[in-house]
Nanobody, 115 residues
Framework: QVQLVESGGGLVQPGGSLRLSCVSSGSIFSISGMGWYRQAPGKQRELVATITPGSMTNYADSVKGRFTISRDNAKNTVYLQMNSLKPEDTAKYYC?????????WGQGTQVTVSS
């Protein structure tokens, strides 16, 4: 069983930056796809960014050029660097790990962008 623990959320002003981290407890991290998703109140959960075991990345159009996903297999950790934050980035951010039929989610970390 894999447990994912996110951290790094908080309150930030528009234009500011945050770095989210997600630590995985499993032994399959290095061969797993990892992703960040977010869900705002009253909205569906949406993809933010993903990274493959080979570190190929994919981003939602709304965050391209502002967010960067990366991974450190030695630390079983995936990161999301968020720059130039906007009020519309306010949401709960979730980490996801998947490998074949295995699919795990973290509990989420809240990001609030407000002046």
């Amino acid at each position: 069983q894999v447990q994912l623990v996110e951290s790094g959320g908080g309150l930030v002003q528009p234009g500011g930056s945050l770095r989210l981290s997600c630590v995985s407890s499993g032994s399959i991290f290095s061969i797993s796809g990892m992703g960040w998703y977010r869900q705002a109140p009253g909205k569906q959960r949406e993809l933010v960014a993903t990274i493959t075991p080979g570190s190929m990345t994919n981003y939602a159009d709304s965050v391209k050029g502002r967010f960067t996903i990366s991974r450190d297999n030695a630390k079983n950790t995936v990161y999301l660097q968020m720059n130039s934050l906007k009020p519309e980035d306010t949401a709960k951010y979730y980490c996801r790990q998947n490998r074949l039929s295995l699919d795990f989610w973290g509990q989420g970390t809240q990001v609030t962008v407000s002046s």
